[in-house]
């Protein structure tokens, strides 16, 4: 009896078949304009010791923190650094000389893109030394996101679909799908809109982007 149960195991028509299934990667992509940038700037004081150095950037930030309150900027929307102080030296003839003391803070602010200009030409009026270039970015869309999902699945399915074709089968349930994550990439360069509009800015567009990882079975 052993043996003829064996024996039926190995008979073809009696093997179990191996699940097949496809795996492709989604991808949505949506060109949107960027809503709100992210400003930093900094103070760098030079002075004969390091208190007043301190105290000169320090004036200065303190004066950042009060505009931003003033123009009622809640405060999860700005940050101020920690101080940076030390001794500035110039090298002339290959000696060292000492110039003074260096005291350094930073700001960081969010606002809106209408607002980039303003701001910009404020922080200067406000004593700060050095300003960066804008980093401008898209704010939290649920309706965005719940967009580029869908496009990202129908892009995959639609993969999938030609590939199904393409080795005579036919799709069949979606088995696992996992997200790959998404990064907006930059089109082209921030640029400065009409020069008779001084002071405003047109941010370049952004592809908000998302990728799906998709496990479909194979009939």
């Known amino acids: 009896m052993r043996n003829i149960l064996f ?3 190995l008979l073809p ?3 179990l078949a191996q699940p097949r299934w496809i795996e492709v990667d989604g991808v949505g992509s949506v060109d949107v304009a960027p809503s709100r940038a992210t400003l930093s700037a900094q103070i760098t004081a030079l002075a004969d010791t390091p208190q007043q150095a301190q105290a000169e950037a320090d004036k200065v930030m303190n004066r950042v923190l009060s505009a931003f309150d003033d123009a009622g900027i809640e405060s999860a929307r700005y940050g101020a650094s920690s101080l940076t102080l030390g001794p500035r030296y110039d090298y002339r003839e290959r000696e060292r000389v ?5 005291a350094r803070r930073g700001v960081t602010l969010d606002v809106p893109v209408e607002q980039v200009g303003p701001w910009l030409g404020r922080f200067t009026e406000l004593g700060l030394t050095e300003v960066g270039n804008p980093a401008y970015g898209v704010a939290d869309d649920a309706e965005l996101r719940r967009t580029l999902l869908r ?5 995959g399915l639609d993969k999938a ?5 393409r080795l005579d089968g036919s799709l069949g349930d979606v088995l696992e799908i996992t997200e790959q994550g998404g990064t907006p990439v930059l089109r082209n360069r921030m640029m400065a809109a009409d020069a008779t509009e001084a002071g405003r800015y047109q941010p370049a567009q952004q592809a908000q982007e998302v990728r799906l990882r998709i496990k479909v079975e194979l009939d």
């Not at 000492?98 to 260096?102: A, F, R, T, V």
């Not at 496009?151 to 892009?155: F, G, M, P, S, V």
């Not at 679909?161 to 074709?165: G, S, T």
């Open 151 to 155: 496009l990202a699945l129908e892009d």
């Open 7 to 9: 024996s039926l195991l």
């Open 98 to 102: 000492l110039l003074g003391y260096e």
């Open 161 to 165: 679909q030609v590939l199904a074709d």
């Open 13 to 15: 028509g009696l093997a």
